[in-house]
T-cell receptor, first 115, second 108 residues
Framework: ETGVTQTPRHLVMGMTNKKSLKCEQH?????MYWYKQSAKKPLELMFV???????ENNSVPSRFSPECPNSSHLFLHLHTLQPEDSALYLC??????????????FGEGSWLTVV | GQQLNQSPQSMFIQEGEDVSMNCTSS?????WLWYKQDPGEGPVLLIA?????ELTSNGRLTAQFGITRKDSFLNISASIPSDVGIYFC????????FGTGTSLTVIP
C-alpha cells in the first residue's frame, strides 16, 4: 500500500471507445503525475499537476485528456486511442514539485490494451 | 530530457549472492531514489537519498548517494528468490528522471 490508488487495474478498449483512468492519493501531497511505461523504455512523463493546476504537458496527444478536480484526485480521459498507446499508465504523487528533497510515490498502475 | 544510465541491464545470480547496481547521470542531482517493480505492478520506493555521500540501509538493501552527486549505487546482500524484479533509479533536480531498470533474476 503506497498511498496512491489507481482504478481500473486493467482496461481493454477499442479505438473508438471513451474511457477514464482514476487515481487517488491519501498522502496529503500537492503534486500529482501521469506517466506512461512501455516495455524497455524509461518512464515517460505525461502530465504534472500542482495544487490542481497543470504545470506540465509533455507534448502528449490530445486523445489523452487529464483532469485534476482537487489535490487528491487525478483522472486521465482516453478517447480514440491507437494500438501503440497500449502500455502501463502510472499515477504518482509528491509533496510538491520543482524542489529538491522530494520523493515521488507511485500507484499500482493501470494496464491499458487498445484493440 | 535527461536520461540516467543504469547498469547492468540484467543480472542472473544464485540465491545467497550479493548484488550491486548503479546509476549515473551527466548532471548533478539533489535527490536519488531507488524503486523495485514487480511484473504488472507499480514501482515501490525502496530507499530515498537526499545528501551527497549519504549511505542508507533498508533491511538487506543499502544505497549510496555519490559524492559527485552524479551517481548512486544500490546493493542487495544475501539475495533471496523474492528479490526478483526490476530495480530502477530516479534522480531529481527540479524534475524527476528515471533509469531504464536492472532486471534481477535469482536462481534458487
Amino acid at each position: 500500500e503506497t498511498g496512491v490508488t489507481q482504478t481500473p487495474r486493467h482496461l481493454v478498449m477499442g479505438m473508438t471507445n471513451k474511457k477514464s483512468l482514476k487515481c487517488e492519493q491519501h498522502l496529503g501531497h500537492n503534486a500529482m503525475y501521469w506517466y506512461k511505461q512501455s516495455a524497455k523504455k524509461p518512464l515517460e512523463l505525461m502530465f504534472v499537476y500542482s495544487l490542481e493546476e497543470r504545470v506540465e504537458n509533455n507534448s502528449v496527444p490530445s486523445r489523452f485528456s487529464p483532469e485534476c478536480p482537487n489535490s487528491s484526485h487525478l483522472f486521465l480521459h482516453l478517447h480514440t486511442l491507437q494500438p501503440e498507446d497500449s502500455a502501463l499508465y502510472l499515477c504518482a504523487s509528491s509533496l510538491r514539485t520543482g524542489t529538491s528533497g522530494n520523493t515521488i510515490y507511485f500507484g499500482e498502475g493501470s494496464w491499458l490494451t487498445v484493440v | 530530457g535527461q536520461q540516467l544510465n543504469q547498469s547492468p541491464q540484467s543480472m542472473f545470480i544464485q540465491e545467497g549472492e550479493d548484488v550491486s547496481m548503479n546509476c549515473t547521470s551527466s548532471s548533478i542531482f539533489n535527490t536519488w531514489l531507488w524503486y523495485k517493480q514487480d511484473p504488472g505492478e507499480g514501482p515501490v520506493l525502496l530507499i530515498a537519498l537526499y545528501k551527497a555521500g549519504e549511505l542508507t540501509s533498508n533491511g538487506r538493501l543499502t544505497a549510496q548517494f555519490g559524492i559527485t552527486r552524479k551517481d548512486s549505487f544500490l546493493n542487495i546482500s544475501a539475495s533471496i528468490p523474492s528479490d526478483v524484479g526490476i530495480y530502477f533509479c530516479a534522480g531529481q533536480d527540479n524534475q524527476f528522471y528515471f533509469g531504464t531498470g536492472t532486471s534481477l533474476t535469482v536462481i534458487p
